[in-house]
Nanobody
Framework: VQLVESGGGLVQAGGSLTLSCTAS???????VGWWYRQAPGKKREFVG????????SYGDFVKDRFNISRDIAKNTLYLQMNNLNPDDTAVYFC?????WGQGIQVTVNA
């Protein structure tokens, strides 16, 4: 399985981005996904996850700003991020289909 992350980039504070993580190859039937992030000089941090039955959980810093979803038909995991602030600047990684994504940069300007 290979993963391709997309949707990152530069956004102003208060803006929104939606990250996608699409699997290709021979995807597994384990439709559980995680998102993590890592800012420069900091440890990798749990952003959120989606369970097999669709329940989601998030890190404390999210505070109802982010939403994780998936489209099984498209083998894609999503991370919708709203009301972004400069502290959200990081490389975001998905863990989907038992595979890690390559990471995608999100930069939020004040």
């Amino acid at each position: 399985v290979q993963l391709v992350e997309s949707g990152g980039g530069l956004v102003q504070a208060g803006g929104s981005l939606t990250l996608s993580c699409t699997a290709s190859g021979r995807p597994s039937s384990v439709y559980v996904g995680w998102w993590y992030r890592q800012a420069p000089g900091k440890k990798r941090e749990f952003v959120g996850d989606i369970s097999l039955n669709g329940w989601t959980s998030y890190g404390d810093f999210v505070k109802d700003r982010f939403n994780i979803s998936r489209d099984i038909a498209k083998n894609t995991l999503y991370l919708q991020m709203n009301n972004l602030n400069p502290d959200d600047t990081a490389v975001y990684f998905c863990d989907w289909q038992d595979t890690w994504g390559q990471g995608i940069q999100v930069t939020v300007n004040a």
